[in-house]
């Protein structure tokens, strides 16, 4: 640790002034989602240096957290470095309110880039450029209740690894007294963000196509997607809803599909003999990256884009990036970060935590990445509700949300 | 001294414009006054016009450009955005979603506020703790009071069904009902905002002198005639008010839709401001957002307008 504040000071020796340079930092990182975590590393590194000062504010959720960025970019007051989730940075990137990293990360040779994973960078990455750092990195895991299944015959030692399996274990999860569900396999979630991410995937299709110049979510793969849905719903293995956890936790729905970062609260909370596995594959594997990314945004001179870069490296060490993952459930963003003794012992203590690095590193996705991803987010989301809830034909749906997408893709390349 | 004024000024009446004649004493007390008046008006005006007209007038000026919000450059598209309003699925669906709720919402708020101010509006001890209790919601933030009702409505853990199944009814999906969600919103809003009203009904109530009660009674009127001809006529102006205020404030419902169904289940929420909103901050198209801003705001002034001829004319205020 001392190391890297030595080597903090070096790298800013250029900038040495009386008075401490201060940047200030957004994140969206809730109370059990590593807000004291993140705060704590963040002081930390007040206290190692004497150059820079760093401000933490918690900005809202993520997308509170974005509108006020949006905000700040038209007032012309954004602040230093931002935490966008995952589909949310793209819009800044579009403005040219974010710093490119290439060069700082080119003119700083200590920085070991090699260590980071990959896939996570893939996140960052916006047509061969990098605009951000991954830090709170997460990926969606089926979490099951093992006395449910055992009491429906099922071993609780071989959960389900495919979408027809997940459709056998969630039938047989099913109870129905009356007219009423009162069991259910699986939740489908109505507003299904990154989920459709994961479904679309795993049955071989894409958002976008490869060339990025049209949305294809409404090909034969989503309608696959939607069919299978469909199917959990007429065999009682599912219900369409939107707060799953409650009914997860009180017993009456046997597996839900969540992110890893809930794995220290899940675990906490259940008072069942509570599991986690990876996502089902069908045509292939497929894992949606999720979470959120830090940005140095384009405010500042050199010195102040430097006190960020000094920063993002402080919070991506190998201990920082491990003891934020051991907090949380989200990935350390470094590969050295798991032979850490931190991670080593949650690994070992709970060996789930483990899941989510395994399924990233074989078949970890980035999001989409256009500007205005909320609106296609929403498109697609009334197209899963108008499919779930009001029996539309899947293709036209999905051909509606897909029209939207477009459009707005062809409003956004007018220049 | 105002009518020695007046008579001296119809011997020899001064041209209008003498009154800014600041060589006359009078006059030049008279334009100090107004001078300090305007100085007292300033920084009201100041703040309403730098945060209520200028981004009003900005929203009128956005509206005819094809503003995306984050990017700064933008080009005048002339009457663009609203061709495409008017062609526009989404919208109008969302206009209907809207005239439902205002139209189910404002008649049983008023009638509600009106029943509960006239059973409120007598002395009997204790009388201000209902008052108050009908009058609490009001008072609650709706963002906090929708988080905790879309909790009520719950297809399985929730109160409503709870109490559904109590009377031996079967669940409802409220929220993920495309049938049931914008009922379910009507529900909280009328429960939110009721006692709102009930307060100005209560101050009209209270205000009829208790003589024309007595005169009724005494010409043999029951409880029904002097409801249908005494309280009920002389409401007219606080009804007239509560109408307008309901439907300006109806027509802009926003923060229970925001907050407990996002516009769905399949867009059954999905009202005119919410609807703007998606335009403005999540496909960012900002000159369009601003098209529906203007059209709703034209639409109000129509409304508004009508209503006072229409409703108005027959509103008396005299006793």
Known sequence: MRSIALAVTLALAFVATAQPLQIEVWHSL????????????????????????????????????????????????????????????????DADAILALNPLIEADPEFDFGDLFARLLLTCDYGGVLYCMPYNNSTPLLYYNADLFRDAGLDPDAPPSTWDELHAAASALAVRDGSQLTRWGIGLATSPGWLMDAFLGQAGGRFLNDDGDAFVFDGPEGVAVAEYWLRLLADDAAVAGSNQTEDFFAGRQAMILASTANLTNYFATADFDLRATALPCHVECYAPIGGGNFYIMDVGDDALHAASWAFMKWILSTENGAEFGAATGYMAPRQSSLEHPILVETFAARPEARITYEQMASHGYPRTLVPFWNEVHNAYGAATEEILLAGIDPAMALGDAAEEANRLLRVYARD | MRATERSTANERRPPRWAALDLRRPAARRRARASLTAYALLLPAFAILFTFQFLPAFEVVRLSLTDRLLLRPDANFIGLANFERLWGDRRFWNSVWNTVYFVGVSVPIQTALALVFAIALARAVKGIEVLRTILFLPVVASLVGVSVVWQWMYHPSVGLFNH?????????????????????????????????????????????IPSEYYEAARIDGANRLHLFRHVTWPLLAPVTFLIFILQMINSFQVFTSVYVMTGGGPVRSTEVVVFYLYQRAFDSLEFGYASAISVALFAFLIVLTLFQQRFFGSRVSYDR
């Open chain 1, 30 to 93: 809730g109370e059990n989602f590593g807000a004291p975590e993140f705060e704590a590393i963040a002081n930390r590194f007040n206290e190692v240096q004497d150059e820079i000062r760093v401000e933490v504010v918690f900005a809202g959720g993520y997308v509170p957290a974005m509108q006020r960025a949006q905000a700040a970019l038209a007032a012309g007051n954004l602040p230093n470095v931002v935490m966008f989730e995952q589909t949310r940075g793209a819009g800044f990137v």
């Open chain 2, 163 to 207: 109490l559904l199944g109590l009377v031996g009814l079967d669940p409802i999906r409220w929220l993920l009902d495309p049938t049931w969600a914008m009922p379910a919103i009507i529900l909280l809003v009328v429960w939110n905002g009721t006692g709102y009203y009930m307060v100005i009904y209560l101050a009209g109530v209270l205000d």
